[in-house]
């Protein structure tokens, strides 16, 4: 497995090595030491999650406050644009993003450790987006960083994503309940 450092630190690319021919391929998804050594820490998740969206429909950008959720990510069919912001307040990278294409092709996954929020752009006509969890949903918990906030300030690409009510009433940053950098490190 290929494992790629982007500009958020503990936010990372792994790519997994493919063993292909004319019959199709093979690759190991997840390999639970290899993953651990990868993130430097032993990491136990408890939910798989799979959604399908169509094109131009963004979900995010998510974040649960307490029990705070890390985010082993990936697409399986179709591509999105995935984005991870950081949201610890008194990190040097608060409100800081890195995005990067996840598709059918490329096979990559992103990391997104607590702390961050979450969110991704559907490029293609639909795709099916699976991501493991540390940690359970919990609604309550949940917060909604808009998606177009200018403080953050992504590059999505499309003026006029299709969101959902939820995410349409998320919060700007700057007023947004945060972690501290301490409570999720």
């Not at 004319?22 to 290899?34: D, H, I, L, P, T």
């Not at 430097?40 to 999650?49: P, T």
């Not at 169509?54 to 644009?81: E, S």
């Not at 998320?170 to 309940?177: C, Q, R, S, T």
Request: glycine fraction near 8%.
């Amino acid at each position: 497995m290929k494992i790629t450092h982007t500009d958020l630190p503990g936010v990372l690319i792994l790519e997994p090595k493919i063993f292909g021919d004319a019959r199709g391929f093979f690759m190991e998804s997840f390999n639970q030491k290899v993953f651990n050594e990868a993130v430097g820490k032993n990491v136990s998740f408890v939910q798989d999650n799979h959604s399908r969206s169509a094109r131009g429909v963004l979900r995010g950008l998510h974040y649960q406050l307490q029990f705070p959720q890390a985010k082993l990510v990936r697409v399986t069919r179709g591509a999105v644009f995935d984005v991870a912001v950081d949201v610890r307040r008194g990190s040097e990278n608060f409100g800081k993003w890195v995005g990067v294409e996840l598709n059918e092709d490329n096979r990559k996954q992103l990391w997104i450790p607590e702390g961050f929020a979450h969110g991704f752009l559907v490029l293609s006509d639909s795709a099916d987006f699976l991501y493991k969890t540390n940690e359970y949903y919990y609604p309550e918990y949940e917060r909604t960083i808009f998606w177009n906030d200018p403080a953050v300030g992504i590059c999505w690409g499309i003026d006029s994503p299709v969101v959902s009510a939820k995410d349409a009433a998320g919060a700007l940053l700057v007023a947004a309940e945060t972690y501290a950098l301490d409570a999720v490190s």
